[in-house]
């Protein structure tokens, strides 16, 4: 079975200041996708990035980017310019290439941007 | 069009009840998935439709959780005698499955479900 840890419960953010979340996995598969999701108070979890373990080149979405150590089994998610939209739960996740529907969630983060 | 849509928002029921939980798919979506996230937890995996048959029931909890897909459109995940650790938000998501290896997933805002 697949564990995914976030180690950080809470983290506090001055607007445009940048912020990194993290998250470290087990796993004895070689091929699988990593991701970060937001959820908001609203309760519906959105996509913010994906990253496939084949790719050496980390995944970047405006002003989000990951930090990809496939040895290590980490997968760190930035933030940067933080924006009070950006004040939510975010989670890691980890699916495998095998079982390409199965997400695999970590216990999350809430950050929260401050004004 | 429209997103994947949950009712009720919120549900509150007394133990030993049974509660109906429906999922809309987004249209033309063939996968549907429903995880359950309880507090201060991710969401955990609990079944996988594709089309009307379940692919994939591994997580659900006991013989009390059950879901249909009967059109291969809406979902219903249906609980039995209903206890206070199946609290949780039920979220439900779909996607395509166009034949290649990822397809995105898409959730609803899910259903709160409060057991007294």
């Known amino acids: 079975a697949q564990t995914v840890t976030q180690s950080q419960p809470e983290m506090s953010v001055q607007e445009a200041e940048t912020v990194t979340l993290s998250c470290t996995y087990d796993?004895?598969?070689?091929?699988?996708?990593l991701f970060w999701y937001k959820q908001p108070p609203s309760r519906q979890m959105i996509l913010v990035i994906r990253?496939?373990?084949?790719?050496?080149q980390n995944a970047t979405e405006n002003r989000f980017s990951v930090n990809f150590q496939k040895a290590a089994k980490s997968f760190s998610l930035k933030i940067s310019d933080s924006q009070l939209g950006d004040t939510a739960m975010y989670f890691c996740a980890f699916m495998k290439y095998s079982n390409d529907y199965k997400l695999s969630f970590g216990a999350g983060t809430t950050v929260t941007v401050r004004a | 069009g429209a997103g994947v849509s949950q009712t009720p928002s919120n549900k509150v029921t007394e133990k030993g009840k049974y509660v109906e939980l429906r999922c809309d798919p987004i249209?033309?979506?063939?996968?549907l998935y429903w995880y359950r996230q309880s507090l201060g937890q991710g969401p955990e995996f609990l079944i996988y439709f594709q089309g009307t048959g379940a692919a994939d029931d591994s997580g659900l909890p006991n013989d009390r959780f059950f879901a249909v897909r009967p059109e291969g459109s809406v979902s219903t995940l249906k609980i039995q005698r209903t206890e206070r650790g199946d609290s949780a938000v039920y979220l439900c998501?779909?996607?395509?499955?166009?034949?290649?290896?990822?397809?995105?997933?898409?959730f609803g805002p899910g259903t709160r479900l409060t057991v007294l």
């Open positions: 990253q496939e373990a084949y790719k050496q």
């Open positions: 249209s033309g979506h063939t996968a």
């Open positions: 998501a779909s996607s395509s499955r166009s034949g290649s290896s990822y397809n995105e997933q898409f």
């Open positions: 796993t004895s598969e070689s091929n699988y996708y």
